[in-house]
């Protein structure tokens, strides 16, 4: 039997988000990428060891241990070496004893963290409360001062430490390793820059894509036989090895995703990287290129996870995970903060949406809709099938949509019918209903979230919600 503890940053993405400066995003990154590094640091002479079969996760330490009476003394010595790097993150720690580290994981770990038993490590509390907050972030009390951008300002220790990470930008975080792939280069100029990539060039989308049912995955294949594994192309796959497989998928995924956004010239990525880790991606790009990235990556990551299983020769016994994305579309100077925590809502709701199962999107534009709008949820399949009419409605002109969707909003789908004939616009009929149908039996074959005038889902209101950054 083995022992294996993790200490993983929770809540990442808000963690990023509360310093407002790209650049204290981008270090606070590179230090979650480090994590493993100050943990290998600490473990000298602790009997424990980074654990392999995890591998590479930003913001997560796995550890293998020689035993189980040694997690209170080594978690110990790590989270003090990780608190003086990230004083204001907030870490979890859950460790478990089995025969692999899938085992471990699926059986024990995870259910441990979902039923709120994992060990909770807090930042430090401010013993001022009124204390003079941090001149960046705004949350946590200054402690000393820094010199930025030729300014002295009353910083925390939190934001003082991400200031002395910038050598830590140039190293192997998500972002430069897509960038060394790819060929290509980091964005160099925040989020003003990123949006000027676009047609519309002060817009921007955020997108946060997790898979589906990651834990129901390892639960299955923990059941699973090691002798019935059987990998790709007849190669040898232990158990111990498809967590590697799964941050794999994600990272092509998301290489394939970044290049299927074209028309845009230099040699800058067209994104810009917040997290990579494990299923889970955080990553703004140009508004008008949203679509097309968050498809490719759900697409190509649901392709990979089905390849993986199908090479086990295990499609009977399990179901490949999918993938399900948040969008957030909004000016390149909107509050970060704001942005993430929508995002985070909205890929609730989108999980919700498809059950967990198939992929589904929820969008939300914060330049139209407003910050108290739930945005609009809609299935990855439905993209595709309707592909060609979404881009003859995208295609239409702007003025047309803009009044077709106050007809909608006025009259109802009978009005649009009718903008539309007298216009000699067609390209908004495909999604209204078909003549003769009965509103009330499809409205009760309509997932919530979705609109009710559509028998195959996708309806008028949010297929003009779409097309507006198709």
Same mark, same amino acid.
């Given at each position: ?53 995890? !591998? ?109 990470w910038r050598s830590l930008s140039a190293s ?10 790819l060929n290509r280069e980091p964005v160099n ?25 990651? !834990? ?49 010239p230099g040699r800058s990525l067209p994104l ?81 949406? !498809? ?116």
């Amino acid at each position: 039997m083995r022992t294996y503890l993790d200490i993983a940053a929770v809540r990442i993405q808000r963690y990023l988000a509360r310093t407002p400066t790209l650049r204290g995003r981008r270090t606070a990154s590179a230090a979650l990428v480090d994590m493993r590094s100050v943990a290998a640091e600490a473990l000298a002479g602790t009997g424990a060891w980074l654990n392999a079969e995890a !591998g590479e996760i930003d913001g997560v330490v796995s550890l293998e241990l020689d035993s189980p009476d040694d997690v209170d003394r080594v978690s110990a010595v790590v989270l003090r070496a990780l608190r003086r790097r990230l004083p204001g993150a907030e870490f979890q720690v859950v460790w478990a004893t089995d025969l692999d580290y899938v085992t471990a994981y699926a059986e024990q770990m995870r259910p441990t963290i979902l039923s709120g038993r994992s060990r909770v490590d807090l930042p430090t509390v401010a013993e001022l409360p009124l204390a003079a907050l941090c001149r960046l972030c705004g949350i946590d009390p200054a402690v000393t001062t820094a010199t930025l951008d030729d300014a002295e300002r009353n910083v925390c220790a939190d934001c003082v430490e991400r200031e002395s990470w910038r050598s830590l930008s140039a190293s192997r975080t998500g972002e430069r390793r897509l960038a060394s792939r790819l060929n290509r280069e980091p964005v160099n100029g925040g989020f003003e820059a990123l949006a000027g990539m676009g047609r519309r060039e002060t817009r921007i989308a955020v997108i946060h894509a997790d898979g589906n049912r990651i !834990g129901a995955f390892f639960r299955q294949l923990a059941n699973i036989p090691a002798e019935r594994l059987r990998a790709p192309e007849n190669a040898h796959l232990t158990r111990d090895k498809l967590a590697l497989e799964l941050s794999k998928a994600t990272f092509e995924a998301l290489a394939e995703a970044t290049m299927s956004v074209r028309g845009i010239p230099g040699r800058s990525l067209p994104l810009i990287l917040h997290v990579l880790g494990g299923d889970d991606v955080l990553v703004s790009v140009p508004a008008d290129h949203a679509w097309q990235f968050a498809r490719a990556l759900l697409a190509g990551f649901n392709e990979r996870m089905s390849r993986l299983v199908r090479g086990l020769d295990l499609e009977v016994e399990i179901s490949a995970p999918t993938m399900s994305a948040a969008m957030v579309f909004a000016r390149h100077d909107e509050s970060f903060t704001t942005i993430v925590a929508l995002a985070e809502s909205a890929l609730a709701r989108g999980k919700r949406a !498809g059950a967990g199962r198939s992929s589904w999107l929820c969008f939300h534009d914060l330049t139209t809709e407003g910050r108290h709008d739930e945005g609009s949820v809609v299935p990855l399949h439905e993209l595709k099938q309707r592909q060609d009419e979404l881009t003859e409605l995208a295609r239409a002109p702007r003025s047309f949509r803009e009044n077709l969707a106050l007809a909608l909003a006025d009259g109802g789908p009978e009005a649009a019918l009718a903008h539309s004939r007298r216009v000699g616009v067609t390209a908004g009929t495909p999604f209204l209903p078909r003549r003769g149908s009965d509103p009330a039996r499809e409205a009760e074959h309509t997932p919530a979230g979705m609109d009710g005038d559509s028998p195959t889902r996708l309806g008028l209101d949010t297929a003009l919600r779409i097309a507006r950054w198709w």
